[in-house]
Each structure stands twice: as C-alpha cells, then as structure tokens.
C-alpha cells in the first residue's frame, strides 16, 4: 500500500494496523466499545499491536472508558 503512495491506514483490522506498521506507514486503530469487556480486549489488543493512534468509536464515551484509556 504505501508503494501506491499512501502514508497512512485507519482500520478496525489487527492485521493490517501490522502491515502498515511494517510497511512505514502510519497506523490508526479503530475500535468500537460498547461495553467494558469490549474495552478490556480493545486495550489488549493496542498494546499488542502498537498502532500510532487510537480512535474510540462511537463518538459519545461514558467517563469510565476515559479513565480506563488513561491509566492503560
């Protein structure tokens, strides 16, 4: 993809956010919480993978998903 001349991706996919990375390209996660268990695993999952950025989906987030994403 970046030899098409992209520099970025914004995608739900884990695996991609691992290629972009790879390929240099910059990477943003996009998750959807709709529940703690579903923060946990989005959380996890980021550690992991280690995109650039992160976007937390849907745009209304209760105050504990905050607090969750600043003590991880």
Do not use: C
């Amino acid at each position: 993809m970046a030899r098409l001349g992209l520099t970025g991706i914004v995608t739900t996919k884990s695996n991609l956010i691992k290629f972009g990375r790879a390929e240099g390209m910059i990477t943003v996660q996009r998750i959807f919480v709709v529940d703690s268990e579903s923060l946990k695993t989005a959380i996890k999952v980021a550690k992991q993978i280690r995109p650039h950025a992160i976007e937390v989906l849907p745009s209304t987030i209760p105050a504990y998903v905050i607090q969750e994403l600043q003590q991880s």
